[in-house]
Structures are given as C-alpha cells and as structure tokens.
C-alpha cells in the first residue's frame, strides 16, 4: 500500500503547481513563444516576432485587451528544429500558458501540435501556409497565412489570365511549403494551360546549373517557371536561370518576400509572387509600416513584420470573444472569428479548418522595389484541396 | 550531345569548388591527423567580410582579396587559439574541439551580426553569361572553374618547389623523421592551416557569388560536401582530394540531368549510394594517401 501511495502524493504534489499556473489569474494572458529565432527558419520568424512584439506593446500601454487583460509571453529559440519545436512547446504548456505561437514552418510546428493539442492549448504558426497543417495538427492548430493553395491558385490565374499557357514547376518535397508549385499545376491544367515538366531540389542546395541546363534545352521554352524556393535556394536559382540565358516569367510565394530578393539587381526584375499584403496609399499595412519604422528606428522590409502583428490582433479578438483567457473557450473563440482586421488584410477563420480566409497580394520586382501587380481574390471552385503527403 | 556536354560544363566547375573544399581539409588532415570540421566557418566569415565590404562601398575586386585573406588569419588564428594546445591529444580530442569551434563561431555570427541571413552586394557582370559558339557558359562557372586551375597550380607550385611546402610534404610522410631533420612543426602546421584558409576563402567567394547572401550556418553544407569529398578520394591524399571532389561534383549533375523524371526525387540517396559502391570497390578512397595512419606530430 505504501508503495503504491508515496508515487500517487509525489504525482500528486507535482501535478499541483501545474494546476495552479494554468488556471492563472484572468487579468493576464500569457503567450507562450516557440519560434525560430536562429537556423533556417528566423528569416521569418524573426521578422515575425518583431511585429508580434510592437503589437504586445501597443495593447499592454493601451490597459491591456478590452482596457483589463495584459499579455505577457514566455519567449523560446527552438533553432528552427522539430525535436526542439516540441520541447520548447511541453515546457511551455507545463508552465501553464494559455495560448501558444510556433514556428514559420508547418514541420516544426507538426512536432509541436500534438502536445498542444492534448493539453487543449490553441496554437498558431506564425506564418506557415501549408494548408494540410489545422488538417492535420488537429482543432487546436491553427495558421496565420494565406494557404499555399490559395496563393497557388491566385497566381495560376493571373499568370493565364497574362496569356501565358505552358509552365515549369521546380519544388521541393522536403518541406510542405517546398511543394507549393504542385498546387500551381493543378490550377494552371485546370484552366488549361501546360506544365512541360517538374524539377527537384535539396534545401541546402545552392547548384542548379543542371536543373537549369535542363530548362534551358526545352523547347518551346515555358511560358512561367513557377516555384516556392527561398533564400539560399531562389537567390541561387534565379541568377543562374537568368545566366543562362532563361528569359521566362519567374513566379514565386511568401517565402521570397525578403531584403535579399530585392538586392539581387537585374536578375530578379520582373519576379512576381505572391504575399500576404502590400502597403498600398492609406491601408492598414502603410500605417503599420510607418509604427514599425516609428518603434523601430528603420523601414519595414518584409510582410512578415506585419504578419506578427496580426496574429496578436488576431489574439486579443478571441480574448475579447470569449471574454476569458481559458484556453478552451479560447480555441472556440478564435474558430469563430470573422473579419478581424489586421495589418495585412480582414481575417475570418469562421467556416474554415483553422486556414484563416485572408487577402492575397501580387508583387512584382522592379527596379529593386515592390509593385503591386494586384490583390485578386481567388475563385472558391479553382482552390485545390489540401495535398495530404 | 550539346546537353551532355553543357551538364558536363556544369559538373566541373561544381566538381572544382569542392575540390577545392576538399583540398582545404586535406592538407591539415595530412599534416595532423584531423578532419577541420571549423572549416566551413573560415568560409563564413569570407563571407561577412564580402558583405561587410560591399555596404562600406569598397570594389569588389578590393573586397575578393580581402575575405580571402580574412579566412587565412582566421584559420592561423584558428590553430594558435584552438588546436595547438590538443595537438598532441587523441584524434577524438581534435575532432571534438573542432566541432567545438565551429559551434562557437556560429553563435558568435548568430549574436554578433544576425540571425538571419544577409543579402551580399555582387557586381552584375558575375550573373551574365558568355557564350561560345551555341554554348552560353555563366561567368560564375567561368570563374570558378579558372580559380580552380589557378588554384590547382599554386599548390603544386608551393608543394614542390618551396621549402615550406617541401617541409609540409615531408611532415605528411613521416612527421617524427622530419622534425629529426630539422624540420619545425609549429611552421609547418600553421602553413597547413594557412593554406586552408586560402582554399576556404576562395571557395567561399565563388560559393557565395552564387548564393547572393551569407548566413551564420552556412558553412555547415560545403564542409559536409567536402568531407563526403575527400573520403570518397582518400582521406590525407591530396591527389585523392581533387579526384574526390570533381567525382562529389559529377556524381551531382549527372544525377539531377539524366536520371528520369520520377525518379528525381531520390536523387540524393542515389548519389550517395554511388559513393558507398566507390567505398566498397576502393573502401580507402580513389587515391589513398600512402601513409594513412602514420604517426601525426
């Protein structure tokens, strides 16, 4: 008996604390923080948090969510690394946060939806647009972006509707945002233009002088040469594309919504892809930019600052919703969100999975800065169903 | 038959950055006995000097010699600070402190200049294209494939013909037998290292002119490359070096341009079960070096 008894008041004993932290007290909301502040993944994430942070800020100065909840968070690097993503995010539950941020990409944060999922804590990612991640991280999983289907979809039809008909799609299968071109085809054959063929690339590869070679023998040449690489892969990519003499229209994702793209001179002029906003004259997003530049000391050079901001608007609407910071209510609050406005655009997650409905936009390079080629919404019926893999 | 030979084009002048990896790692591990796994990091910081270079407005041609010479002070510094005082310690030892200096370094860059990765400012002529004949051939290839002869040349020279070279060669064979001759192993380590740094640092211009960014880790994929190089050619063997590296580089190519389309996804295991059919055909490498596992200082 006695052996049976001490494990159960030890279990006991320490289960208590834990009770004691969840059920916080209600005038704080505490964040719990699992990005990438290091490794592959802080282009994003790190520009992500900033925004994150000036909009914490804004609210706390203001009183707090409704002028009574504060937000507090407990900050993690998890070094844009699964196993890491998951530690990160059972500490964080053990230390009883009510909701909780993870990384850019839908692998670290597949890692972490398990854990949050069974202690019934709702989590974002902070900027992943793999539309399998709420399929498959469950009813606590939610995304802060555009699908990938969607911006495929957005950018298939204005790529058609430019008369362009043949495509190449060069992607990755070793992440899921990586595999954004095959949503591109899809569309693109629906509408029916022509994919000439699919390449294949490693993340850290940085030689594309044969997928390269390889594009440059077809004939006709594509029309597009679509793909989701990013940073060190689309700068490599497209200055070798564009070395060998390639003069096809490149179109890309989110994930090249960076200062490098914009550095790269002659080869990335005329680049389109798509993002998840752009600061036209008035809209919230040049308004954002300019608190950005105001709290930060320098210009805004990427979306995802805004994107950070967002989620916390995004938040504090399900705080003020469900007029509690217990995680449950929490989780039913924010599926029930209807246009909520951020920097970026209107955010619905109502009548979603957790793929919240949000504005695409359409840039292109030119002369080293952005311009938008337009902010098109896509058609429901052309959008691609999620690509379990 | 255009396209073989275009793939062809490609797989040299990648085959020729890695040799150059390879060399860089080989030299030391001829003279001590340890595989620099620090190198990739003389590559970083190569490369945060081009970048560094390029917002101070400095021209390139002034910026290359300087983050080449950045990677070979960085790599003596590197030994006098780190290695010398495990030189004498177990092969594990050094390998450990090795990876020890890489991980400290990253952190230094992840802390010091930034976590993210930093646009380079590269002159355009480096993205055109020359063409011979139908042939277009990128000046980036070009380049590499030119530094790679000049390189190639150099060491042989230096190998050969100076006495510290010389003195490295014979350290190579047998390093108890050539301190008996006179020979100083703090000279001849710190040359290996030097030379390293210069293999590091030109290889890190031309891989970096292809990236257009620097990035606190990444080192990390060309030392791996280079290692997969130099085992596949022979470990300490700097013949088996360059052998391994153009072999790494045409493996590579080949791979992505002619296998079938499905089945380009397993392009890496296939290419990587390449190199174990190498290793059980020649399991000590291409070339071996004839004193694989002599005494080390």
């Known amino acids: ?101 993870l990384p850019c990409d839908a692998d670290p944060a597949f890692a972490a939806a398990s854990i949050s999922g069974a202690a019934q804590i709702p989590a974002f990612s902070t900027c992943a647009s793999s539309p399998t991640l709420p399929v498959m991280g469950g009813d606590y999983m939610f995304a802060n972006f555009p699908g990938d289907n969607v911006q495929a979809t957005v950018s298939a039809k204005w790529a058609f509707d430019q008369g362009h008909r043949s495509a190449y799609l060069l992607y990755s299968p070793d992440t899921q945002y990586t595999t954004l071109p095959l949503y591109f085809g899809d569309v693109f054959e629906a509408l029916g233009g022509k994919i000439l063929g699919k390449a294949t ?43 060998a003499g390639v003069r096809s229209q490149v179109i890309g994702s989110d994930g090249i919504d960076s200062p490098t793209t914009f550095s790269l001179g002659e080869a990335a002029e005329g680049v389109v892809f798509s993002t998840a906003g752009h600061p036209t004259a008035g809209s919230p997003l040049e308004k954002f930019n300019k608190l950005y530049e105001e709290k930060m000391g320098k210009k805004s050079e990427t979306v995802f600052n805004a994107i950070g901001y967002d989620l916390v608007k995004v938040i504090a609407a399900a705080v003020k919703e469900a007029g509690t910071t217990d995680s449950v209510a929490l989780r039913d609050a924010i599926a029930n969100l209807e246009n909520v406005q951020g920097a970026t655009s209107l955010i619905t997650y109502k009548g979603t999975m957790g793929m919240p409905v949000r504005e695409v936009s359409l840039v292109r390079v030119k002369d080293g800065k952005r311009e938008l080629v337009g902010q098109p919404s896509p058609d429901a019926d052309l959008i691609p169903a999620p690509r379990m893999q | 038959m255009e396209l073989f030979l275009q793939q062809t084009v490609n797989a040299v002048a990648l085959g020729g950055t890695y ?84 991980t400290i370094l990253q952190i230094l860059f992840q802390n010091l200049i930034a976590t993210r990765s930093k646009p380079v400012a590269l002159p355009e002529g480096l993205a055109q294209s020359v063409a011979f004949g139908d042939f277009l051939i990128g000046v980036n290839k070009l380049a590499a494939i030119g530094a790679t002869i000049v390189m190639l040349i150099f060491l042989n020279w230096f190998l050969k013909r100076t006495s510290v070279g010389i003195a490295m060669r014979a350290a190579a064979e047998d390093f108890p037998v050539a301190r008996l001759m006179g020979v100083r192993a703090n000279a ?49 063997s700097l013949t088996g070096a360059v052998a391994g590296g153009f072999l790494l580089g045409f493996i590579e190519i080949y ?34 070096s004839a004193n694989f596992g002599t005494e080390k200082v």
């Not at chain 1, 409704?66 to 230390?95: C, N, P």
């Not at chain 2, 740094?197 to 994929?221: E, Y």
């Open chain 2, 188 to 236: 001849v380590i710190a040359g290996a290292f030097a030379l390293s740094g210069l293999l590091a640092g030109v290889a890190s211009v031309l891989w970096v002119s292809q990236r257009a960014s620097v990035d606190p880790l990444m080192g990390f994929v060309p030392v791996l490359k280079a290692f997969i190089a130099s085992i596949l050619g022979g470990l300490g």
């Open chain 1, 1 to 101: 008996m006695k052996k049976f008894l001490t494990p159960l008041i030890l279990g006991t004993a320490l289960a208590l604390p834990a009770f004691g932290a969840a059920s916080a007290a209600d005038d704080t909301l505490t964040i719990g923080v699992a990005t990438a502040q290091t490794g592959s993944l802080a282009p994003f994430d790190g520009p992500v948090i900033e925004g994150f942070k000036i909009a914490v800020d804004e609210i706390n100065e203001a009183g707090g969510i409704d002028g009574k909840i504060k937000i507090e968070t407990i900050d993690k690097d998890v070094r844009s690394d699964a196993a890491q993503t998951s530690i990160a995010t059972q500490e964080l539950v053990d230390a009883g946060v009510d909701v909780l941020v």
């Open chain 1, 201 to 243: 690339y490693k993340l850290d590869q940085q030689d594309f002088s044969a997928e390269v070679t390889k594009i440059k023998a077809l004939d006709p040449q594509p029309d597009v040469i679509m793909t989701s690489a990013y940073e060190p892969n689309f700068p490599a990519f497209i200055k070798q594309l564009r070395a």
């Open chain 2, 19 to 102: 040799a150059l990896l390879a060399l860089g790692l080989a030299i030391v591990f001829s003279v001590m006995g340890m595989i620099n796994f620090a190198h990739g990091e003389l590559m970083t910081i190569s490369g945060y000097t081009l970048m560094y270079c390029g917002i101070a407005g400095v021209p390139f041609v002034i910026s290359v010699p300087l983050a080449i010479l950045a990677a070979i002070l960085a790599a003596v510094l590197m030994e006098r600070i780190a290695f010398r005082p495990v030189r004498n310690a177990s092969g594990a030892t050094m390998l450990v402190t090795s990876f020890a200096v890489a």
């Open chain 2, 255 to 288: 791979s992505t341009a002619f296998l079938p389309e499905s089945l380009q996804e397993f392009k890496e295991p296939i290419g990587l079960a390449v190199v174990v059919l190498v290793l059980l055909w020649r399991p000590n490498g291409l070339i071996p």
